[in-house]
């Protein structure tokens, strides 16, 4: 588990893309607090590091990964944000991030507004339910607070030190992002369901 909140910004050393999947080499400050084995979330995306040396770690991402993440859209010289998983006596200064992207999205817009950024983010239909304002959303790995959003949209601003500590400041518009939505959401959604008018639960009631 994570909280979205990025410990550094890392270089991709190296990615092999082949039909199996894809092994990327990441370049970061961290490595000495990383161990086989470890979970580390690269843009919000959970990949396992299965080699580490004193400059960075190395993970696999199996094809089904690459087709739900940006990740494949990697090259050499990319920043991507680092997180490792939290410790148990760790603060939760974000929100409860899995690691685990529910899908892409297109920045569709880029405005200052003041000292902030605000980055407008196409959504699906399947994960714009999950957005509210002033709710959480997870962006390339970083937690964020909705300031809006629509029916296919929401939109985040950020302040000068996301800026300088992730790579959300350097996306242009049509930039692909990973997006998670927020668990709980998805936990009540789905416990609720069967109460909903028109369910077959409901209706045996």
């Known amino acids: 588990m994570f909280s979205g909140l990025v410990q550094d910004l890392g270089e991709v050393k190296s990615i092999d893309l082949s039909?199996?999947?894809?092994?990327?080499?990441?370049?970061?400050?961290?490595?000495?607090?990383?161990?086989?084995?470890?979970?580390?979330?690269?843009?919000?995306?959970?990949?396992?590091?299965?080699a580490v040396d004193a400059g960075g770690f190395t993970a696999d991402a199996m094809q089904q990964t690459l087709d739900l993440t940006s990740i494949g859209g990697l090259e050499a010289g990319s920043p991507v944000n680092l997180e490792?998983?939290?410790?148990?006596?760790?603060?939760?200064?974000?929100h409860i991030v899995q690691g685990h992207v529910d899908g892409t999205a297109a920045v569709i817009g880029r405005e200052q507004d003041g000292f902030s950024l605000r980055l407008r983010i196409?959504?699906?239909?399947?994960?714009?339910?999950y957005v509210i304002p002033q709710g959480s959303i997870?962006?390339?790995g970083v937690?964020?607070?909705?300031?809006?959003?629509?029916?296919?949209?929401?939109?985040?601003?950020?302040?000068?030190e996301t800026r300088e500590r992730t790579n959300l400041g350097t996306l242009q518009i049509g930039?692909?992002?990973n997006i998670e939505c927020d668990v709980i959401?998805?936990?009540?959604?789905?416990m609720v369901s069967p109460y909903a008018p028109g369910s077959e639960s409901h209706t045996d009631r």
């Open 185 to 190: 959401a998805k936990y009540v959604e789905r």
């Open 122 to 129: 196409s959504l699906p239909a399947e994960l714009s339910r």
């Open 175 to 177: 930039t692909t992002v």
């Open 19 to 50: 039909s199996e999947g894809a092994r990327i080499s990441v370049a970061t400050t961290l490595a000495g607090e990383i161990g086989l084995g470890d979970s580390v979330a690269v843009n919000g995306c959970c990949l396992t590091a299965t």
């Open 84 to 94: 490792l998983a939290l410790k148990a006596s760790d603060r939760l200064g974000g």
């Open 143 to 160: 937690s964020l607070t909705v300031a809006d959003c629509g029916e296919d949209w929401a939109e985040v601003a950020l302040i000068p």
């Open 138 to 140: 997870t962006i390339e």
